[in-house]
């Protein structure tokens, strides 16, 4: 069983006006790709900007690879993007990452090597001598990335990664996430957008108003949540199912329909009444909830849900 | 301190590296020697270039046909006989005069009507020597028909200037109030325009720092306070450097003036420099404001000088990171920065009373009040200030410092990451009697 790298435990941060986190644990294990959700101002930032030593929190503590989280000296091997992105506007893009690289405590030599091999790997070369104001967004996101990972932190903590991103940027920043992993970083990847995250995570915590929801491997959540929906698709649709008491026909599909089986009852059971029904099967599978709709679900009824039901863009 | 060296670097050099730095750095002395030399070019110009021939008429024979020169009066005169005022008036330009000088005949107790005939005015210069050269002459007569030898009436004429001698315990020293009153108000000044000029700079580099949201970034791998520490000293390098450079550069070209035009510093303590704009500047006095130099406690004024300067610098610096760290655009740091400026016109104001009344009450204060100190007690330094007030000033500027310091960073940590709001001042205060 794979090591924590990160414990955090019943964390609390409140300001003058709200409780930006109230009392918040989770576990994050060695190597995992870390999805941390929520609605914007759910306190996922000021979450992460306690686990980047930035914030103290009120009350609670932060374990860093197996010892109490020292910010002056853990954050070296921790690396972190902010939402808002930040670079020096007038300063040239080599001698900014060289910079940043050596506030994180690498040496000059190794700083530039190191520049080099990331600048090479996402063809950035050309843009040395170059400055931030002359970037586009989508350039200078690139750059902040490099600057976030130069230094092989333990932990890379994203905060919405792809924002601003093409689809052909997004793909490269989120191929190097996944390689990132496999080499044995852990990275914590925080967004609003609750699609993103089933592709790329396998582990999530769901936090709403500063509170934890949610917590667990995707697919455990989604299994829990699942509502033995399944689409079932034939060669001639029938016009009609009969409802039995093995399932119920809860909507129509242009192949086929979407039942739901009945507690005490299997998939299995139903694709043997189909066939004994004489149907001509061509696909079965389960539907399960996305995250999104498992947010909606938790918050249900309150204004952000139906925020949310319109669709997460408009938030 | 690895950390605060390396943001102390980049604050630095990213500064001395724009082209607007080498600009400055290198138009401000140009500046201020070209219009040293066009005042010396004017002053020195006005008297040597134009060369008069003068004729006069001397009705009344006041100078006997003979003209007392002056060695560095290239005028010459040319006494004419045989001509009326109105006669000549139309001739003196044909016959190659300049002027034409009319001295009517005159009873000794009536002020004579003399008049200088010219095609266009005459310069002051001109007319003021000419004035003198007439005025001795009539003297002259004077005494001699009141029996009086001019030789003993010099002697008997006055023209003195007080010397003070100051007793501070090391012996006798002479102080010369003028020159002292110009040092002070000149370092007073300076460090006024140091502490505005770079307490600005600092002010928009963390405002900078704040929407460009690279704030953030620095902290997740620097402390805040390393963040604010390393910007301060950066900026007064950054200050400290131009300094250097104005120093050499006009060092260099004052050396280069007097190489290369030798005459014009020769002639500066000329007495031929007379006039009204010279009155002050005679051989005499020129003596006398290098002595009145050397008679300042130099070493203690440059002393002073770089303490008030790093001092002032230090606490008003993160006055003004602190302000920039709570505010996002210039209008709300126009608000927030009045009750800094406050202290430092305040300081101004009473820097100037100080260098004419240096031992007054509100002079003492001001160079006591760690706010006003690094301005007031240049304006005090030069004329003596007794140890215990200088080391119970600096002591204050130094504890205040240390204290503001620690304030401003209390402020800045949280206001550094705040966007889109607007601090009031008692959110501040929360930030400051937090713990932690």
Redesign the interface.
């Given at each position: 069983m794979p090591q924590n790298i990160l414990e955090v435990d019943h964390l609390k941060k409140h300001f003058a006006t709200q409780k930006a986190v109230d009392d918040v644990s989770f576990n994050i294990e060695q190597g995992a790709i870390f999805g941390m959700l929520g609605p914007n101002g759910a306190g996922k930032t000021t979450l992460l900007r306690m686990i980047t030593g930035i914030f103290f929190p009120d009350s609670g503590s932060i374990i860093f690879e197996g010892k109490k989280f020292d910010p002056v000296n853990d954050i070296i091997r921790i690396g972190y993007m902010p939402e808002e992105r930040g670079l020096y506007k007038k300063m040239k893009i080599g001698e900014q990452a060289l910079y940043l690289a050596r506030l994180k405590g690498l040496g000059k030599t190794e700083a530039l090597e190191k520049i080099k091999y990331w600048f090479r790997r996402l063809e950035m070369e050309s843009w040395w001598n170059k400055k931030v104001q002359d970037l586009s967004k989508g350039m200078s996101q690139k750059l902040q990335f490099v600057t976030t990972v130069l230094h092989e932190p333990h932990l890379i903590i994203l905060d919405e990664p792809f924002s601003g991103l093409d689809p052909l940027n997004a793909n490269l920043i989120k191929d190097e996430i996944f390689r990132l992993a496999k080499n044995g970083s852990t990275i914590i990847f925080s967004t609003h957008r609750m699609e993103q995250v089933e592709e790329i995570c396998n582990h999530i915590v769901l936090i709403n108003k500063g509170n934890k929801i949610l917590d667990g491997t995707v697919k455990n959540i989604k299994q829990e949540f699942k509502e033995n929906l399944f689409h079932i698709g034939f060669e001639n649709r029938p016009d009609s199912l009969e409802n039995n008491s093995i399932f119920e026909v809860t909507g129509e599909m242009r192949q086929g329909w979407v039942l739901k089986i009945q507690t005490g009852y299997k998939p299995h059971d139903v694709l043997q009444y189909l066939l004994s029904q004489h149907h001509e099967i061509i696909s079965f599978n389960e539907i399960l909830p996305s995250l999104n709709d498992i947010f909606i679900k938790l918050v249900e009824d309150t204004p952000l849900a139906r925020a949310f039901q319109s669709g997460p863009e408009t938030l | 301190m690895?950390?605060i060296s390396?943001?102390i670097e980049?604050e630095y050099l990213?500064r001395v590296k724009?082209r607007s730095f080498l600009i400055t750095t290198l138009v401000v002395p140009l500046v201020i020697v070209a219009f040293y030399a066009i005042i010396i070019a004017v002053y020195v110009g006005g008297e040597t270039s134009t060369t008069y021939r003068v004729a006069i008429l001397d009705e009344a024979g006041l100078f006997n046909g003979r003209m007392e020169m002056d060695k560095n009066d290239r005028s010459t005169y040319t006494f004419i006989h045989n001509e009326t005022e109105t006669s000549f008036k139309t001739k003196y330009k044909n016959e190659g005069f300049n002027l034409f000088l009319y001295i009517p005949p005159f009873n000794d107790s009536i002020a004579p009507q003399i008049r200088l005939h010219s095609q266009s005015a005459v310069n002051l210069f001109a007319k003021s020597a000419l004035e003198k050269k007439i005025n001795n002459a009539i003297e002259k007569k004077r005494l001699i028909a009141a029996k009086i030898d001019p030789e003993i009436y010099r002697n008997i004429k006055a023209d003195i200037d007080i010397e003070n001698a100051v007793d501070s315990g090391k012996g006798e020293k002479k102080s010369i109030a003028e020159v002292a009153s110009v040092i002070s108000l000149l370092g007073g000044i300076l460090i006024y325009m140091i502490l505005l000029i770079y307490g600005t700079m600092v002010m928009r580099g963390v405002m900078?720092?704040k929407t460009?949201?690279?704030?953030?970034?620095?902290?997740?791998?620097?402390?805040p306070f390393q963040l604010m520490l390393g910007k301060i000293i950066g900026i007064g390098a950054v200050g400290l450097t131009q300094f250097a450079i104005w120093i050499v550069v006009m060092g260099l070209l004052q050396f280069s003036i007097s190489l290369f035009f030798p005459a014009v510093f020769q002639q500066m303590p000329d007495p031929a420099l007379a006039g009204a704009a010279a009155q002050h500047v005679n051989s005499g006095k020129i003596a006398e404001v290098i002595e009145g130099i050397r008679s300042l406690p130099l070493t203690l004024i440059l002393f002073s000088f770089i303490f008030y300067f790093l001092g002032g610098y230090l606490l008003y610096a993160a006055l003004f990171a602190a302000i920039g760290s709570v505010v996002s655009e210039d209008q709300e740091a126009q608000q927030l920065l009045f009750p800094v400026m406050m202290p430092l016109i305040l300081g101004f104001v009473i820097m100037t009373k100080a260098t004419n009344d240096p031992d007054s009450t509100i002079a003492v204060f001001g160079s006591m009040f760690p706010l006003t100190s690094p301005i007031v007690m240049m304006g005090r330094v030069t004329y003596g200030v007794p140890w215990w007030q200088l080391c119970a000033s600096m002591l204050l500027l130094v504890l205040t410092f240390l204290f503001f310091t620690w304030i401003a960073a209390k402020i800045y940590r949280t206001g550094i990451?705040l966007?889109g709001k607007k601090v009031t001042w008692k959110?501040m205060w929360?930030w400051l009697v937090r713990k932690?």
């Open positions: - | 690895k950390k390396l943001i980049r990213s724009r900078e720092e460009n949201r690279i704030a953030e970034v620095i902290v997740s791998s620097a402390k990451l966007y959110e929360k932690g």
